[in-house]
């Protein structure tokens, strides 16, 4: 593994077992993405796409192969471990934006620096000066019902980058979202991740954002296809 | 963290609002009735409070509660006097007898004869008068919501009827015999609600109906270092009377209420039914609530926060709902006891009723906080993209 690799998963495999079947969502994965990378992940629904993001972002555990994530293997830390992993190296962004609805879109942010042991209105000052990075400090104070779904997003985005995070897994980040805002919102990321040198990871079925990326990976079936 | 759970409670108002409600609801009913059973309760041995004078109370061994009289004879007070350790020993009639108004009515009421010497026994709060004034021809002193109510005179005044207190001066017809109101004091009310009037003991056993024993009780004062259990005990085994402290008979009285009557049943059921409606309320709306906001309880766990936090944000959550709940609830129960203080209303707030109300918050609390428990904390972090 060269030292400038980010994450780098082999052979991993991933069961979801039921009474009725056991579906295999990752068949020997073969990854590799370097530090600072911007990786898409594209395929039909239930290809595993998700089910990898979530293996990487140390949120499920596999069930064969490894998974490396900046030097760790991430099946060999403790749930403690890895919630603290989660805490410190990776921010998310969700499809459905995921923010906390009675709270203001600075509290939000804050989330990942709480979650980390910082004072609350420290964290709050840190959460705005966030914001402002995504153009959105004026709505500091506001809640998201009030904000567009653009705005939501970059809201988001905020609480993802907050505390710098080394990864950042994005969920179908403008599937919500029209074309416009969508491209928009694909730009703060984008450019935020390259003057942080932050390994992005997005799964996505916009075929409109494909030109972010430095690399686009095609999953089907559980296998990484091209 | 837990700022961020307080406001992911208060800002999700509608269901905030119905656990508020449902803990208010739980606590103003427990503690409202638990207080008005406190208060009957309290009523039941009301004579005694208003009595503090003895060290002891003597009496027939099969008194069952301080309105279950057993007279005795009267050369039994001098018996009791001479126990040693013994200081005073005075004699105290208690018996109901019917007074008629002057409308042409009767009233059954409480009398109460006390020592002629020493008026001892007699009601603690005068308003009205002196104890002293018992010594005047055909004295008696009547309890305040007495005077007031049932021994009132009905006038017609402007056209509409008033009821005029009795007052000093106001004469009473006890069992076809003259009693003139001498003073007017205010006692505890009387489990029947009936008036109490105080004379003196001779007077009393002469309007109480005729019966060859006419001593209720013997009130006995101890010398200073007397051994209250010796005296008891030589009281019982030489004279075969039963000697109780004050507290020790206020405990047998409402002993006897408590298990003869169909009183802590009726307030149970409906002190277990506020509890229920509590835990029912509240149980379901925190269970919904945890529904509502798994979604960013999910996305906490994802983003790092352990189960264990989320669980005490859970926690501090419920444990809000219950202390606002509980605050509002009785503060509204302390509100309405304040209201009725001077009333009729039994309602009594000793400290054990808030004490057991907020037991009951407590539990309602954590019964619905275990609803939403298991939700929580087999929340995967993975599930947030499944949602």
Known sequence: MK??????????????????????????VNLTIAGGEILMLVGPSGCGKTTLISVIAGTLRSDGGSCNVFGEDLNRLSEEELDNFRKKDVGFV??????????????????????????FYAACKRAEETLELVGLYEKRSVLPINLSGGQNQRVALARAIVHRPRLIVCDEPTSALDAETGQLVMEVICRLAKERSTTLIIVTHDNRIFHFADRIVKMNDGRIVE | MYRIAIKMLVGNGSKYLAMIIGVVFASLVITQQLSIFCGLMSRTFGFLSDTPEPDLWVMEPKVQFVDDIKPMAISRLWQVKGIDGVEWAVPLYKGIVRVRLEGGTFQNSNLIGIDDATLIGGPARMLNGTLADLRRADGIIVDQAGASKKLARLATESGRSVLIPASIGDQLEINDQ??????????????????????????????????????????????????????????AEKLGLAAYTTDEFKDLSLLYFLRNTGIPINFGIAVLLAFLVGVAIVGQSFYSFTLDNLRYFGTLRAMGASNFLLLQMMALQAAVVGSVGFGIGSGIGSLFYYVSRNSELAFRMPWQVPFIAASAVVIISLLAALLSLRKIATLEPAMVFRF
């Open chain 1, 3 to 28: 030292f400038d690799t980010a994450v780098y998963c082999d052979q991993l495999r991933k069961e979801y077992r039921s009474a009725e079947q056991t579906v295999l969502a990752l068949s020997g």
């Open chain 1, 94 to 119: 969700f499809q459905a934006y995921n923010l906390i609805p009675t709270l203001t879109a600075s509290e939000n942010v804050a989330i990942p620096l709480l979650l980390g042991g910082m004072d």
């Open chain 2, 178 to 235: 003259r009693g003139v109101i001498v003073g007017v004091a205010r006692v505890t009310r009387t489990f029947q609600s009936q008036p109490v009037i105080y004379t003196t003991f001779s007077r009393a056993t002469r309007y109480a109906p005729a019966e060859r024993k006419q001593l209720s009780f013997i009130l006995v004062g101890l010398q200073a270092g007397a051994d209250k259990t010796l005296i008891k005990k030589q009281i």
